[in-house]
């Protein structure tokens, strides 16, 4: 099965962007479905984004849209979120995660492999 570990978290101002990473290890990337999620402090895990396994088909948390972009490179066994106009909302652990399923969902519950997260702090 696939191993995943995040990476490009920071502390960036509101309004700055960040670019996090997943690299897959271990499997085939295309046999998956791949989310982002992230966590705050004292909160559940929340989806974030999920891009399909062909690449072809994005979903976002409506908080997030038109501001985050999914994108995956299963040639490169690679997952990306561009985060632009970050908000101090945004601040959390975000974590990649795998789905092998035929299913193409969003729920935590629908993904079965998880990376260890990488930290995004948005400073007013």
């Known amino acids: 099965q696939v191993q995943l570990v995040e990476s490009g978290g920071g502390l960036v101002q509101a309004g700055g962007s960040l670019r996090l990473s997943c690299a897959a290890s271990?499997?085939?990337?295309?046999?998956?479905?791949m989310g982002w999620f992230h966590q705050a402090p004292g909160k559940e895990r929340e989806f974030v984004a999920a891009v399909n396994k062909n690449g072809g088909v994005t979903k976002y948390a409506d908080s997030v849209k038109g501001r985050f972009t999914i994108s995956r490179d299963n040639a490169k066994n690679m997952v990306y979120l561009q985060m632009n106009s970050l908000k101090p909302e945004d601040t959390a652990v975000y974590h990649c995660a795998a789905d092998r399923s035929w299913l193409f969902g969003i729920t935590v519950q629908e993904y079965d492999l998880w990376g260890q997260g990488t930290r995004v702090t948005v400073l007013s």
């Open positions: 271990g499997d085939t990337l295309s046999r998956y479905h």
